[in-house]
């Protein structure tokens, strides 16, 4: 992941980042092997034993192969895809990438 702080042409400080999403599940496949005598009865829960905190967030469209982040204490910003030259570029061209960013929305940051 990379990082940028830089000051656009009307003063105001924009951090970026980089963010690629990695939605992996616990458990893929079922542990055990095909042919295997079952568990005892007596072992089995009845109930899921994984423990669940919160929601799986839900990616908006287009979000999926990641995006740009773009936040000042305004503001914050996504674009998609993520250029390629982002973390090298001149900052007049990050700031375009910046102006062309869609406005996200913080509400879900603060609880």
Request: charged share 35%.
């Amino acid at each position: 992941m990379g990082y940028r702080v830089f000051k656009d042409s009307h003063g105001t400080e924009w951090q970026t980042w980089d963010v690629v999403p990695r939605l992996g599940e616990r458990r893929k496949a079922q542990r055990r092997r095909i042919g295997a005598p079952p568990p005892a009865a007596d072992r089995r829960r009845p109930t899921e034993r994984r423990i669940v905190i919160g929601r799986r967030p839900v990616l908006t469209e287009g979000l999926h192969a990641g995006w740009l982040c773009f936040e000042a204490p305004i503001e914050k910003r996504r674009l998609t895809p993520i250029p390629s030259d982002w973390q090298s570029c001149e900052l007049d061209q990050l700031e375009e990438y910046c102006q062309r960013a869609t406005p996200a929305d913080r509400t879900a940051l603060r609880r």
